[in-house]
């Protein structure tokens, strides 16, 4: 029988040392071996002629030895050069290597050999430097198409090779088949002990291709899976608060100073329905920007407080903690609901105090940051977790917060709109509520992408509607994701427009780097009026209120995600104002030009997603930060959008039929799918 959780260990050509440089790499086992993809190949399959080489090509060459391999010590010690002269039908080559004295041995003059490597021309003179190379005939090295494994350790590419190679010839036709046949054959996936060799030695990129297209689906396919499995657990699971009926939502409806839209009130009916069963809710609340996610949450943290559970609401930063705090409270003190406010930087004494008063359900309401999740916050009976995501949390994040509680129920809720088949995999445990409409007072932002030649208009432009009462938003280009030097560019920006351009107004400055307190203190000053332009980097970008912001200019808008663009455009027409948006951009690329006219055409989060997928290709959808994104072994969420799909369609089939992954020919795959969330699925 093949054990594939054997130690890498007994694997040939693994000794003591190379144990312990694969286990570096996170390859403990033969399973880990094999599946330890290679990050890209080089094609060595087809020879050049040396008269048609150019500089800076890799290429293969097939060439006969013309003289003896000549050495060359140099003065620095320890570097000897070996240089060979070869020839084909077209012209000669100089093959060059550093201290490579085994080579002595190795050629002989009027043999024909192939070498591939690095092509230098200089004066005249083809050179290749280090190159790989086989003795004609043979194509260990050369000939074929060639994994390039990502290393780090003292591991040549030649060794791991090896190494892999044997791994493959012990499993070689023994691995079972993981997927259903019929999935195999409806979509024309390989099978599976074709694609673990494919996926290192393809015989061309088409063989590649489809070995890779077969493991990404089955990777894909087992998470969505076991998310899926892990919703129908909690739909069967009976064991969670029921709210009471009597308490109606309508009589805090009945009071707001606005009427909700239909999209709010639907989405609420969807709560509301949620509370009052028996199973846990564990919904996701979408929604736009400016949608009103906010005030949905204090409708159902009425109606579990008045159910007699305590609630809270985590939200990513202190500065949106504390705007939750004033607008809850406005709502819910009316009705005797006590809210309180946890966050890093408060006193010693008053945290203790609000724990204590927590822990004695004498808080109904506890609003915060992460803070809430530390093992001191304890509360009397938790009945509803709401959090309010920047970036998602992970299942089992989610798990801690609903730990706090006896089951209580959960809403998450994200003004990232994500395209369907993303938030399928990325939160398919949950059910999904999609606020799709914003408030009727809202008033479309204006989007004007423009190049420097604008700058002067621009500011004018700024300065008139500051001189008419309103403020502005200045964001700072993302350097990269380094806070200490983002904060460097922020205090640039700031000197040049407060000591020139703008010297006139009040020019202040906010970055990641500043104490919460600091930041608050600013964003304070900024929401009385006191500051007429604020320079930050995207610590805005969160939900904070300003109604009379009327401008958003991003510099350097080309660095940013378009999901990103529309935050932060999110953060002005808060309030009557006609307002703004102003993307600065450098650059006449194609897909610069286009992702602009996204953010001019649309005001719409959910197309502009889908866009940002399209036309960025790639991990940066959510930002630059990535935080609980399911890690992939194989799959790239962005560019595997397509095999996304079909694993997402044969998920459904597969349940359709066999929802508890009963059937024999479910076996493996049920294997895989609990591997993935441990002991948390009893499928
Ligand atoms: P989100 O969190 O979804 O970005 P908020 O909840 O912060 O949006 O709502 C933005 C603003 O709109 C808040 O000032 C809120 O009081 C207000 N608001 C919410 N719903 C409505 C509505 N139906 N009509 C008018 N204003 C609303
Ligand atoms: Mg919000």
């Known amino acids: 029988m093949l054990d594939l959780n054997q130690d890498v260990k007994y694997v040939k050509g693994v000794g003591p040392n190379r144990v312990l440089l694969l286990n570096k790499l996170g390859i403990y ?61 077209t012209a000669t080559a100089v093959l060059t290597w550093y201290n490579q004295g085994y080579l002595k041995k190795i050629f002989n003059i009027g043999e024909k050999y192939t070498f591939y490597g690095k092509v230098t021309i200089k004066d005249g003179v083809t050179q290749i430097i280090s190159p790989t190379f086989d003795v004609e005939g043979k194509n260990k090295n050369t000939g074929k198409i060639i994994p390039i494994y990502p290393l780090t350790h003292n591991l040549s590419q030649n060794t791991i090779r090896q190494i892999i190679e044997n791994g493959l010839n012990l499993v070689k036709n023994k691995l079972q088949e993981t997927l259903p046949q019929y999935i195999l054959n409806e979509y024309n996936l390989k099978e599976i002990n074709l694609a673990i060799n494919s996926i290192h030695f393809p015989q061309d990129f088409a063989d590649f291709e489809s070995a890779r297209k077969r493991l990404v689906f089955e990777e894909l396919l087992s998470t969505q899976l076991a998310l899926s499995s892990l919703k129908n657990m909690n739909i069967m699971d009976n064991t969670g608060i029921k709210f009471n009926k009597e308490v109606k939502m309508s009589d805090v409806i009945s009071e707001l100073p ?136 992970g299942v089992k994040q989610r798990k801690v917060i609903s730990e706090k509680g006896n089951n209580p129920d959960i809403l998450v809720m994200t003004a990232t709109p994500i395209p369907r088949t993303l938030a399928l995999i990325l939160y398919g445990d949950l059910d999904i509520s999609i606020i799709d409409e914003l408030p009727p ?30 403020q502005a938003y200045i964001v700072c280009p993302l350097v ?70 009327s401008i958003m200019i991003v510099e350097n808008a080309e660095r940013f995600g378009l999901a990103q663009l529309h935050q932060l455009r999110g953060r002005v027409g808060r309030g009557e104002y006609k307002s703004y948006c102003i993307l600065k951009y450098n650059g006449n690329s194609e897909i610069i030009r286009k992702r602009m006219k996204v953010m001019q055409e649309t005001n719409n989060g959910f197309i502009i997603s889908e866009k940002d997928l399209e036309l960025r290709g790639s991990g940066e959808f959510f930002g630059t930060k990535q935080h609980g994104l399911p890690e992939f072994k194989i799959a790239n969420l962005f560019e595997d959008m397509p095999i996304l799909k079909l694993a997402q369609s044969a998920a459904t089939k597969i349940l359709d039929k066999d929802v508890k992954l009963e059937n024999k020919e479910n076996e493996k795959l049920k294997q895989i799918v609990k591997e993935k969330f441990g002991n948390r699925l009893e499928i």
């Open 258 to 393: 606005f009427k909700l839209t239909k999209a709010q009130l639907r989405v609420l009916e969807e709560i509301d329905n949620d509370m009052e069963a028996s199973k846990p809710m564990n919904r996701l609340l979408q929604g736009d920007v400016g949608s009103g996610k906010t005030v949905v949450a204090i409708i159902a943290a009425y109606k579990a407080v008045k159910s007699g559970y305590q609630m809270t609401i985590m939200a990513p930063t202190a500065i949106l903690a504390s705007q939750h705090m004033e607008e809850f409270s406005k709502i819910l003190n009316k009705f005797g609901i006590r809210c309180e406010l946890l966050i890093s930087g408060i006193t010693k004494k008053r945290k203790e105090d609000i724990l204590n008063r927590l822990k004695e359900g004498e808080i109904d309401v506890l609003i915060g940051t992460h803070a809430i999740l530390e093992e001191n916050v304890v509360f009397k009976n938790l009945g509803l977790v709401v959090t309010d995501e920047q970036h998602r949390f």
């Open 480 to 549: 990269e994701e380094n806070e200490e030097i983002n904060a460097k560019s922020v205090m640039e920006l700031a000197d040049k427009y407060k000591n020139s351009i703008f010297k006139d107004y009040k020019v202040e400055y906010m970055h990641g780097k500043m104490r919460p307190k600091e930041k608050d203190a600013i964003m304070e000053l900024f929401k009385n009026g006191e500051i007429d332009i604020l320079i930050s980097t995207t610590v805005i970008e969160v939900g904070v209120n300003v109604p009379n912001a």
């Open 29 to 89: 086992t033969l399973k880990d071996l094999i599946t330890y993809y290679p990050r890209e190949h080089e094609d060595r399959s087809k020879p050049n002629k040396i008269a048609d080489l150019v500089d800076g090509q890799d290429a293969l060459i097939e060439a006969v030895c013309v003289s003896k391999l000549n050495e060359i010590r140099t003065r620095r010690k320890n570097m000897t050069i070996y240089k060979l002269i070869v020839r084909d039908d």
């Open 441 to 470: 007072n809202r008033k479309k932002i204006d989007t004007f992408a423009v190049t420097k030649g604008m700058e002067e208009r621009v500011n004018n432009f700024i300065k008139k509607q500051i001189d008419e009462g309103r």
